[in-house]
T-cell receptor, first 114, second 118 residues
Framework: AQKITQTQPGMFVQEKEAVTLDCTYD???????LFWYKQPSSGEMIFLIYQGSYDQQNATEGRYSLNFQKARKSANLVISASQLGDSAMYFC???????????FGTGTRLKVLA | NAGVTQTPKFQVLKTGQSMTLQCAQD?????MSWYRQDPGMGLRLIHYSVGAGITDQGEVPNGYNVSRSTTEDFPLRLLSAAPSQTSVYFCASSYSTRTSGEAGDTQYFGPGTRLTVL
């Protein structure tokens, strides 16, 4: 069965520094997609970045990059040059080809310090 | 282009009452889904739909019904509300249901409905 694990319930980072949020996943399907979402205190879910299981390169979107290590089944989110507005909950999610279901991790709460 | 809209934003129910949470999208997405978010538990899938007339259960379907008569709308019905259904409910949609490992899988979320059952 597919599973997403986020082992860091909370993280602190100094403004302008980089931070890595961990995500590991478990699946037996060779084809899947991995996603990261941001949930600020206002509550909406904001899509950040996507990585396909067959993508050769790590995904990047502005200050966000996804460190995809397929053999280790990890999909860590890297935020460079952290800003105060990055303080939020971050969720990792996955969808397998064989199902129509997405599953989410329990999230990591990031606090950026001035 | 409004994206995914949800109504109401807030709702308070008494135990045993029924209600419908509305969800609509204007992106012609095939796939729509409902999640509930409880503290410390991330998002859990309640029901989903891969197209008009087709629905299926997710991880936590008990106590909820759905139907999908049009591509745009995917309402969630609480049959007899219970305090355990106090949660934040999110509706989401995505373009692709036939493939995975592609960016078309990306789900876009509505703003959420905060439901309290007394």
């Amino acid at each position: 069965a597919q599973k997403i694990t986020q082992t860091q319930p909370g993280m602190f980072v100094q403004e302008k520094e980089a931070v890595t949020l961990d995500c590991t996943y478990d699946t037996s399907d060779p084809s899947y997609g991995l996603f990261w979402y941001k949930q600020p205190s206002s509550g909406e879910m904001i899509f950040l970045i996507y990585q396909g299981s067959y993508d050769q390169q790590n995904a990047t979107e502005g200050r966000y990059s996804l460190n995809f290590q397929k053999a280790r089944k990890s999909a860590n989110l890297v935020i460079s040059a952290s800003q105060l507005g990055d303080s939020a909950m971050y969720f990792c999610a996955m969808r397998e080809r064989g199902t129509y279901k997405y599953i989410f991790g329990t999230g990591t709460r990031l606090k950026v310090l001035a | 282009n409004a994206g995914v809209t949800q109504t109401p934003k807030f709702q308070v129910l008494k135990t045993g009452q029924s209600m419908t949470l509305q969800c609509a999208q204007d992106m012609n997405h095939e796939y729509m889904s409902w999640y509930r978010q409880d503290p410390g538990m991330g998002l859990r899938l309640i029901h989903y739909s891969v197209g008009a007339g087709i629905t299926d259960q997710g991880e936590v379907p008990n106590g909820y019904n759905v139907s999908r008569s049009t591509t745009e709308d995917f309402p969630l019905r609480l049959l007899s509300a219970a305090p355990s259904q106090t949660s934040v409910y999110f509706c989401a949609s995505s373009y692709s249901t036939r493939t995975s490992g592609e960016a078309g899988d990306t789900q876009y979320f509505g703003p959420g409905t905060r439901l309290t059952v007394l």
